[in-house]
């Protein structure tokens, strides 16, 4: 059950421009598309029912009726193709031509055509950016249904098409939006990790300076010190080691406790996570904590523990509730989960294992109803 922290991977730079298709590798390893211009394209086929009535010999004339609907494809997929290669200005250009086009044919007779009316604002959804492209949608939905009444068309028809005309570009304006945006939080999100790591090992950095530097060199000189007094004042020479031996196991000590803050928070914080965690997940939580606070190396170890232990908890057990019990130095996470089935311990719960036997403590595990994982120490 347990889960193997994975370091942070390089991703792949945010997209310049908004619904840009680019290649993101996920967690597991597989590849994913963002939905680019291929996407928009298939839209054409709204198209049909101008080219059956042309095919039908139902418009005429025929040839500038479909040399109006060849122009009107061909500025549609312009101005895809140049939004979604920052072509801003042409693309800009192109739109203002395919609702030129648009126009003209809609005002011809056959009442089918009115079908184009969504391309072209989905086309303003791809091409215009900001507040600029509702605005042009009401001015363009407003212009259709002024067209759609002088044409003859029946309000029912008009309702139909105005809807689909303003929500086709909505919904692309959004979307695309939604796209830019979330590319921007993801670049964040790496920047922000980039510099936690950056910070942190600068941190640590600085503590071991702060910790060794004067410390080494304290042991430098009384060693120093030895060498000179040996040969004619062994018991001054001994006094002398005596205090490296002294130096250099509070030097010990004070390595270990930094290295155990930069290993883990603490077990006030990994709590406070865990009821984050269990919440997030829809996992009821319970927690109560009796007794002192454990000594530092203990309280590092048990938040350890209840990091590990929730992570298990969220990612394998399917449970609907989670108890996280404190009593002095003894720790037990329950879950009403499905269990380990069998399975063997993972590589999580083996160092954490380890870690409390090298602290003189203990951990259990058992599958009763849920799982139960506890952690005594001494």
Same mark, same amino acid.
């Given at each position: 059950m347990s889960v193997k922290a994975e370091e942070p991977r390089d991703a792949p730079r945010a997209p310049e421009a908004a619904g840009r298709k680019e290649r993101r590798k996920d967690p597991g390893g597989a590849w994913r598309r963002e939905p680019g211009e291929l996407a928009f394209y298939p839209w054409l086929l709204i198209a049909y029912p101008p080219i059956s009535d042309l095919a039908a010999g139902e418009v005429r004339p025929v040839l500038p009726a479909a040399l109006g609907v060849a122009t009107f494809a061909v500025l549609y997929v312009l101005c895809i193709r140049l939004s979604f290669r920052d072509r801003r200005r042409a693309a800009a250009v192109a739109l203002a031509g395919l609702l030129a086009a648009a126009f003209l044919l809609l005002a011809g007779p056959a009442h089918n055509w009115f079908y184009l009316a969504p391309l072209m604002t989905i086309a303003c959804g791809v091409v215009l950016r900001g507040r600029s492209v509702y605005l042009l949608l009401t001015v363009l939905t407003l212009a259709l249904v002024a067209v759609m009444w002088y044409a003859g068309a029946s309000w029912a028809n008009i309702s139909l098409a105005t809807w689909g005309t303003a929500a086709g570009g909505l919904v692309v304006s959004i979307v695309l939006k939604l796209?830019?945006?979330?590319?921007?939080?993801? +670049?964040? /999100? +790496? &920047?922000?990790? *980039?510099?936690?790591?950056a910070e942190e090992r600068l941190r640590f950095s600085r503590d071991l300076h702060d910790l060794l530097g004067h410390t080494l060199s304290?042991?430098? $000189?009384?060693? &120093?010190?030895?060498? /000179?007094?040996? #040969? *004619?004042?062994? &018991?001054?020479?001994?006094r002398q080691a005596a205090d490296i031996e002294a130096v250099g196991r509070e030097a010990l000590t004070e390595v270990r406790?930094?290295?155990?803050?930069? /290993?883990g928070r603490g077990l006030a914080a990994e709590l406070a996570s865990a009821r984050t965690a269990l919440a997030d997940a829809g996992i009821a939580v319970t927690v109560t904590v009796t007794g002192e606070r454990p000594a530092p190396e203990a309280d590092a170890l048990l938040g350890w523990a209840v990091r590990e232990?929730?992570?298990?908890? $969220?990612?394998?057990?399917?449970?609907?509730?989670? %108890?996280?019990? @404190? &009593?002095?130095?003894? @720790? +037990?996470? *329950?879950?009403?989960? /499905?269990?380990?089935?069998?399975? #063997? @311990?993972?590589?999580?719960?083996?160092?954490?294992? %380890?870690?409390?036997?090298a602290l003189g403590g203990t951990l259990e595990t058992h599958d009763r109803d849920g799982f139960l994982l506890r952690v005594t120490l001494p």
């Open positions: 796209f830019s945006v979330i590319a921007e939080l993801q +670049e964040t /999100r +790496e &920047e922000l990790a *980039r510099v936690a790591v304290v042991m430098v $000189v009384k060693a &120093e010190a030895v060498r /000179r007094l040996a #040969p *004619r004042d062994a &018991e001054a020479a001994a406790a930094a290295v155990t803050g930069y /290993r232990g929730v992570t298990n908890v $969220v990612r394998h057990s399917a449970a609907g509730a989670c %108890e996280i019990v @404190l &009593e002095g130095t003894t @720790l +037990e996470i *329950r879950d009403d989960g /499905r269990g380990r089935d069998g399975s #063997p @311990l993972g590589n999580g719960l083996r160092g954490l294992t %380890e870690r409390a036997v």
